[in-house]
C-alpha cells in the first residue's frame, strides 16, 4: 500500500476494523421500501404533531454526502437517486455498539437506515435512525470542493463524480431522456414504426463525412461505422415500411468543438407521400411539444437568448437570407464572380473547384448562420449540395429542402426525398468525381441502393434531428460535452 492517499489508507484501515466486528463492508442483503422522494412529498407539510403520530417504518438507502459529528449523535445526508434526505444517529437509538461501528462510516459510504421522519429544531424533515447499515465502504473520498476545479475536462473523465456532486448535472441527462421519450412518443402516435438498422456499413453513405474504418476477420473485409443510417432507413421505405424512423448513433471521424463530437446521437425519420413543406410543420409540432412540457409555454432562454418558439416558424430560402443578412445585392448572389469577391472580403478561403451552389453555401455558414438566433427555416438549398435531395420543379438547380436553425446551429435537416434512380446515380458519380482520392473510401458508389431505388421508392420526406443540439437547447447548456455522459477526450498520456 506505499504511495497510497493518505485518506484512502485511512479508509481501508476503517474497512479492515468493520471487518473484525463482523461487519461486510460491501454487503447486499438490506431491502429498500422507500425513496427519498417519497417520504419528501408525502411529509414535507405535515405538522409536528403529525409526524409523531406516524406509526410506520421507513426503509431508505444511499450514499453518504456530508456527517456532522456531535459525540453522541451526529447528523447525515443522505442522496438516493431521487434526493437527498437528512438522517439523525444516537446513540441511545440504535444501542452502543452500532453507534460504534456507525462512527466508521464516511462520506461517500452508501448505507441503509431504517427509522421515521420527524422535524429538527431548524425545521428541517430528517429520519430518526432506529437501525442502520453499512452497505458499501468507500475507499476514496469524494471532492470536497467540487465547484472551484480549473480543470473542467475532469467533470467529463470522471463524469460518475460529477453526477455524484452536482445535482444539476444528473437533471439534465434525466431531461436528456425525458425529450428522446417525447419524440418516440410523438413519432409512435402518429404511427412511425422504430427500427435498427446496421451500425457496421459496407459503404458509407447517407452524408458527406469522414467515417471511421475498421475490419471483419471472419468476412476478410472492410467496415466502417456508420455516418449516418439514411440509405438503410430508404430501403425500408421501398420495402413498405411508409412511416419509420430511428434513434441511432452515428460516428464522423473529424474535429471536436462545443457542438460536436465524433459520436453523436441523430433521430431520422421517413414518411411516405409527404413533402419538405409537411416536415416544416411536422417539425414545428413537434419541438413546441417539447418546448410546453419544459417551460409550460413557447417562449425560454437560452444562454442569455429569449426565444420564441410561437408558430408559425420564419421560412426565408438561402439566397434571401444570404441577400437580407450578408447585405448583398438580390442579383449578386447569382453571380459566381460577384461572390467569389464578397467571400474573400468575408474572410472566407473558397476552392476554385466549388460551383456557384456550393459557394453560396460557404457564405451562408460564415455570414448568415450565426445571426439566426430564432427558429428559422432555411429552404431551396443549391442541387450540387444536396446529392440525395428531390430538384425542385420549378427551378432545377434547386432541391425541396430546409434546414432548421436556432441560436445560430442547425437543429435538423429534411428534404423531398431524390427517388429517381438515374438522377440518384448520376448526382452520386458527379459526388464522387469531385472529392479528391482518399484512402477513407468515402467515395465509393453504393450500386445496392441504386438497385432498390429502381424497384421504386414512393414519393418521401425525410429529417434528421440532432439529439445532442436539441437536449442543449432545452436544458440550457452550452456545451455538447454536457449532455453526452461520456464525451470522447483526448488522452492524457
Same mark, same amino acid.
Given at each position: 500500500?506505499?504511495?497510497?492517499?493518505?485518506?484512502?489508507?485511512?479508509?481501508?484501515?476503517?474497512?479492515?476494523?468493520?471487518?473484525?466486528?463482523?461487519?461486510?463492508?460491501?454487503?447486499?442483503?438490506?431491502?429498500?421500501?422507500?425513496?427519498?422522494?417519497?417520504?419528501?412529498?408525502?411529509?414535507?407539510?405535515?405538522?409536528?404533531?403529525?409526524?409523531?403520530?406516524?406509526?410506520?417504518?421507513?426503509?431508505?438507502?444511499?450514499?453518504?454526502?456530508?456527517?456532522?459529528?456531535?459525540?453522541?449523535?451526529?447528523?447525515?445526508?443522505?442522496? /438516493?437517486?431521487?434526493?437527498?434526505?437528512?438522517?439523525?444517529?444516537?446513540?441511545?437509538?440504535?444501542?452502543?455498539?452500532?453507534?460504534?461501528?456507525?462512527?466508521?462510516? /464516511?462520506?461517500?459510504?452508501?448505507?441503509?437506515?431504517?427509522?421515521?421522519?420527524?422535524?429538527?429544531?431548524?425545521?428541517?424533515?430528517?429520519?430518526?435512525?432506529?437501525?442502520?447499515?453499512?452497505?458499501?465502504?468507500?475507499?476514496?473520498?469524494?471532492?470536497?470542493?467540487?465547484?472551484?476545479?480549473? /480543470?473542467?475536462?475532469?467533470?467529463?473523465?470522471?463524469?460518475?463524480?460529477?453526477?455524484?456532486?452536482?445535482?444539476?448535472?444528473?437533471?439534465?441527462?434525466?431531461?436528456?431522456?425525458?425529450?428522446?421519450?417525447?419524440?418516440?412518443?410523438?413519432?409512435?402516435?402518429?404511427?412511425?414504426?422504430?427500427?435498427?438498422?446496421?451500425?457496421?456499413?459496407?459503404?458509407?453513405?447517407?452524408?458527406?463525412?469522414?467515417?471511421?474504418?475498421?475490419?471483419?476477420?471472419?468476412?476478410?473485409?472492410?467496415?466502417?461505422?456508420?455516418?449516418?443510417?439514411?440509405?438503410?432507413?430508404?430501403?425500408?421505405?421501398?420495402?413498405?415500411?411508409?412511416?419509420?424512423?430511428?434513434?441511432?448513433?452515428?460516428?464522423?471521424?473529424?474535429?471536436?468543438?462545443?457542438?460536436?463530437?465524433?459520436?453523436?446521437?441523430?433521430?431520422?425519420?421517413?414518411?411516405?407521400?409527404?413533402?419538405?413543406?409537411?416536415?416544416?410543420?411536422?417539425?414545428?409540432?413537434?419541438?413546441?411539444?417539447?418546448?410546453?412540457?419544459?417551460? #409550460?409555454?413557447?417562449?425560454?432562454?437560452?444562454?442569455?437568448?429569449?426565444?420564441?418558439?410561437?408558430?408559425?416558424?420564419?421560412?426565408?430560402?438561402?439566397?434571401?437570407?444570404?441577400?437580407?443578412?450578408?447585405e448583398l445585392n438580390e442579383g449578386d448572389v447569382e453571380i459566381e464572380e460577384k461572390l467569389l469577391e464578397y467571400a474573400k472580403g468575408s474572410g472566407l478561403?473558397?476552392?476554385?473547384?466549388?460551383?456557384?451552389?456550393?459557394?453560396?453555401?460557404?457564405?451562408?455558414?460564415?455570414?448568415?448562420?450565426?445571426?439566426?438566433?430564432?427558429?428559422?427555416?432555411i429552404t431551396n438549398y443549391p442541387t450540387d449540395i444536396s446529392p440525395l435531395s428531390r430538384r425542385n420543379d420549378k427551378n432545377p438547380q434547386e432541391v425541396?429542402?430546409?434546414?432548421?436553425?436556432?441560436?445560430?446551429?442547425?437543429?435538423?435537416?429534411?428534404?423531398?426525398?431524390?427517388?429517381?434512380?438515374?438522377?440518384?446515380?448520376?448526382?452520386?458519380?458527379?459526388?464522387?468525381?469531385?472529392?479528391?482520392?482518399?484512402?477513407?473510401?468515402?467515395?465509393?458508389? #453504393?450500386? /445496392?441502393?441504386?438497385?432498390?431505388?429502381?424497384?421504386?421508392?414512393?414519393?418521401?420526406?425525410?429529417?434528421?434531428?440532432?439529439? #445532442?443540439?436539441?437536449?442543449?437547447?432545452?436544458?440550457?447548456?452550452?456545451?455538447?460535452? #454536457?449532455?453526452?455522459?461520456?464525451?470522447?477526450?483526448?488522452?492524457?498520456?
Amino acid at each position: 500500500m506505499e504511495g497510497l492517499n493518505p485518506l484512502v489508507l485511512n479508509r481501508i484501515e476503517k474497512m479492515k476494523a468493520l471487518k473484525r466486528e463482523g461487519v461486510n463492508p460491501f454487503a447486499n442483503d438490506f431491502q429498500v421500501t422507500h425513496a427519498t422522494r417519497d417520504i419528501l412529498e408525502e411529509f414535507q407539510d405535515k405538522t409536528d404533531e403529525d409526524l409523531e403520530k406516524i406509526k410506520t417504518r421507513f426503509s431508505l438507502a444511499g450514499r453518504i454526502m456530508s456527517i456532522r459529528d456531535f459525540g453522541r449523535a451526529f447528523f447525515l445526508h443522505v442522496q /438516493d437517486r431521487t434526493g437527498r434526505i437528512q438522517a439523525y444517529i444516537r446513540q441511545d437509538k440504535i444501542g452502543k455498539d452500532n453507534f460504534k461501528i456507525s462512527k466508521m462510516l /464516511d462520506a461517500g459510504d452508501f448505507i441503509g437506515i431504517i427509522g421515521k421522519p420527524f422535524r429538527t429544531k431548524s425545521k428541517e424533515l430528517t429520519i430518526m435512525v432506529e437501525e442502520i447499515r453499512l452497505l458499501t465502504k468507500a475507499l476514496r473520498p469524494l471532492p470536497e470542493k467540487w465547484h472551484g476545479l480549473v /480543470d473542467i475536462e475532469t467533470r467529463y473523465r470522471q463524469r460518475y463524480l460529477d453526477l455524484i456532486v452536482n445535482p444539476g448535472v444528473k437533471e439534465v441527462f434525466y431531461k436528456r431522456t425525458r425529450i428522446i421519450q417525447l419524440l418516440r412518443d410523438f413519432l409512435n402516435k402518429r404511427d412511425f414504426l422504430e427500427v435498427e438498422t446496421p451500425m457496421m456499413q459496407s459503404i458509407p453513405g447517407g452524408a458527406t463525412a469522414r467515417p471511421f474504418k475498421t475490419y471483419h476477420n471472419t468476412l476478410n473485409m472492410d467496415l466502417y461505422l456508420r455516418i449516418a443510417p439514411e440509405l438503410y432507413l430508404k430501403r425500408l421505405v421501398i420495402g413498405g415500411f411508409e412511416r419509420v424512423y430511428e434513434i441511432n448513433r452515428n460516428f464522423r471521424n473529424e474535429g471536436m468543438s462545443t457542438q460536436h463530437n465524433p459520436e453523436f446521437t441523430m433521430l431520422e425519420f421517413y414518411q411516405s407521400y409527404a413533402t419538405y413543406q409537411d416536415f416544416m410543420n411536422l417539425t414545428e409540432e413537434m419541438l413546441t411539444c417539447i418546448a410546453k412540457t419544459f417551460f #409550460d409555454g413557447f417562449k425560454f432562454e437560452y444562454q442569455g437568448v429569449e426565444l420564441d418558439f410561437t408558430p408559425p416558424w420564419s421560412r426565408i430560402t438561402m439566397k434571401d437570407a444570404i441577400v437580407k443578412y450578408g447585405e448583398l445585392n438580390e442579383g449578386d448572389v447569382e453571380i459566381e464572380e460577384k461572390l467569389l469577391e464578397y467571400a474573400k472580403g468575408s474572410g472566407l478561403q473558397i476552392d476554385k473547384k466549388m460551383g456557384l451552389g456550393s459557394i453560396q453555401n460557404q457564405i451562408f455558414e460564415k455570414v448568415v448562420e450565426p445571426k439566426l438566433l430564432q427558429p428559422t427555416f432555411i429552404t431551396n438549398y443549391p442541387t450540387d449540395i444536396s446529392p440525395l435531395s428531390r430538384r425542385n420543379d420549378k427551378n432545377p438547380q434547386e432541391v425541396d429542402r430546409f434546414e432548421l436553425f436556432v441560436c445560430g446551429r442547425e437543429i435538423a435537416n429534411a428534404f423531398s426525398e431524390l427517388n429517381d434512380p438515374i438522377d440518384q446515380k448520376q448526382r452520386f458519380l458527379e459526388e464522387i468525381s469531385q472529392r479528391e482520392v482518399s484512402d477513407d473510401d468515402s467515395g465509393i458508389l #453504393d450500386k /445496392d441502393f441504386i438497385d432498390a431505388l429502381e424497384y421504386g421508392m414512393p414519393p418521401t420526406a425525410g429529417e434528421g434531428i440532432g439529439i #445532442d443540439r436539441l437536449v442543449m437547447l432545452f436544458t440550457n447548456v452550452a456545451s455538447i460535452r #454536457d449532455v453526452i455522459l461520456f464525451p470522447q477526450l483526448k488522452s492524457r498520456r
